[in-house]
């Protein structure tokens, strides 16, 4: 995309330099500078060289020459000959707009984006009323987090030059200041604009999804064909983003049937399954998208996840070693490794990763319930206490709690510990774990109705929970009812047959760089 945008951008700035040539009169160099454009616009690369080898063997320091085949040497790839030759044409004529555009491009397209800002300035200050000019110097600042000054910079393109691009980044950086009500009036004019393209009426419609204006975004792209593939994908991943589950998974595989092999609706889909507790399915798209893109981080990382979430950790640690070496310092990597060292039961070195987390990241309240949890899993109790704590600072979460109250109850703490998993069900009332430990206590003090109201919540809740049958039948058992004592007795027994111990840590998932 930025090798096509490049190249457009040459297009505009080599009429400028044919006017030029033609302005001086210089029949045999324009018709050569002619033959060259002519060759560059049909891709004969060669051709253009040759008649810009002839010119310059006349004329060494032409300036318009130097930049065609400065723009001919990048489309070949070689980026640092095209530099040297767009700066031998700004040096023979410093007001050359055309060198100025495109090694300004040139420097944006190789990541050069400090160098790509002071040249397009002067490309600016030369012309201040190009709108591709601006539009890239926009690109810049947005890039670059100065949304002022990108704002600024849009609002010197005229209406009658706005097109897709303009459009998209404008209503990224109205979003980014918070301006949602300009950017839904931008988002109107881009519904109504015949000169915007599917896909990118898909991307703003996107944007303002992330931004909490679905409506807006649902509303733009109600003007799109559905079956194309652009509104699919975006329709898929806006309704995903709204737990509307059935309707994401059903765009997202409609748009399947028109790009089977396109990776990044192979992930959308894949976290949709995900969502859904589908992990089989979710992994089938993620090891077709491994397949197309072996090394891709994104796809990696998703599933790594989903390998965690299936307990297959084995598979998850090799992705995980593999994005931290590659990425030391992302620290979503730092943590996933973590994650997978955790369940492997490898807690040391959990420990010791996750204190790398959360010193890099000491707002994420995720990082330092896992580190509660793994502190708790080396019986450092008053170590993983704290970070409990500071977790639920940070964010109160009903796992948490029910971790901290855990956590109390190994230090003997009964009524503190009584206190943090109550607090666990007001938060999420459908907490299994916690009715089950909440019930646990009561039994401990002989409360036997609390106790078996609240295992017999567990079990509503979680049918395989094996402590919540077990605890439940020695609950019916002091209560005289030595029938359903006994059924919850064997129901435990065969759930132990079933499964290995109960998992009480919930991975806590971090966003994907």
């Known amino acids: 995309m930025l090798i096509r945008r490049f190249i457009l951008s040459v297009a505009v700035a080599l009429t400028l330099g044919l006017t030029n040539a033609t302005a001086q009169s210089r029949v045999e160099e324009a018709r050569l500078l002619q033959d060259a454009v002519a060759a560059i616009n049909a891709g004969q690369l060669a051709e253009a060289e040759s008649s810009l080898d002839s010119l310059l063997r006349k004329s060494p320091n032409d300036a318009d020459a130097l930049n065609l085949l400065g723009v001919v040497r990048a489309q070949q790839q070689l980026p640092g000959d095209a530099e040297m030759l767009f700066l031998k044409a700004i040096k023979a004529s410093p007001n050359h707009l055309g060198a100025h555009v495109n090694l300004g491009e040139l420097y944006y397209t190789t990541g050069k984006i400090q160098q790509a800002l002071q040249t397009l300035l002067v490309a600016h200050r030369l012309a201040p009323n190009r709108a591709d000019i601006n539009l890239r110097l926009g690109t ?9 000054q990108a704002l600024e910079q849009l609002r010197l393109i005229p209406s009658t030059a706005a097109n897709g691009d303009y459009y998209q980044l404008l209503i990224k950086v109205l979003l980014a200041l918070g301006r949602k009500t300009e950017a839904q009036t931008v988002a109107l004019e881009v519904r109504n604009s015949a000169s915007v393209d599917e896909e990118t009426r898909a991307q703003v419609a996107l944007d303002l999804a992330r931004a909490g204006l679905q409506n807006v975004a649902l509303d733009l792209l109600d003007n799109s064909p559905h079956e194309s593939f652009p509104s699919l994908y975006a329709l898929g991943v806006i309704k995903a983003a709204a737990r509307e589950y059935d309707e994401a998974e059903s765009h997202l595989t409609a748009a399947l049937l028109v790009q089977p092999d ?41 599933f790594g996840i989903t390998a965690l979430q299936m307990d297959l950790f084995l598979d998850a640690l090799p992705v995980f070693e593999q994005l931290r070496r590659q990425f030391p310092h992302e620290s979503a990597y730092t943590y996933a490794l973590a994650a997978a060292r955790l369940r492997k039961g490898e807690k040391v070195e959990a420990v010791q990763l996750l204190q790398t987390y959360v010193s890099e990241r000491p707002q994420d309240s995720s990082g330092f319930y896992l580190l509660g949890a793994a502190l708790r899993d080396l019986k450092q109790f008053t170590e993983a206490r704290d970070a409990l704590e500071r977790s639920l600072k940070l964010n109160p979460d009903a796992d948490a709690e029910y971790l901290l109250g855990l956590t109390f109850a190994e230090m003997g703490n009964k009524e503190a510990s009584t206190a943090a998993i109550k607090l ?17 206590a009561y039994r401990e003090q002989e409360k036997y109705p609390e106790a078996r109201d609240q295992l017999e919540q567990a079990i509503a809740l979680n049918p395989k929970d094996l402590r919540a049958h077990y605890q439940l039948g020695l609950v019916y058992a002091k209560l005289g009812d030595k029938t359903l004592a006994q059924k919850m007795l064997t129901r435990a027994d065969e759930l132990r047959a079933e499964q290995r111990q109960q998992e009480t840590v919930v991975l806590k998932l971090v966003d994907a760089p």
Request: charged share 30%; hydrophobic share 40%; proline share 7%.
């Open 140 to 148: 810049i600042y947005e890039r670059r987090r100065e949304y002022p």
């Open 262 to 302: 396109d990776v990044p609706t192979l992930r959308a889909i894949a976290r949709v399954e995900r969502a859904r507790g589908e992990f089989e399915k979710a992994m089938a798209h993620l090891i077709k998208a491994r397949r197309l893109t072996p090394d891709a981080p994104g796809v990696l990382y998703d």
């Open 424 to 440: 666990a069900i007001n938060l999420q009332p459908t907490h299994a774990s916690a009715h089950t430990a909440l019930g646990t």
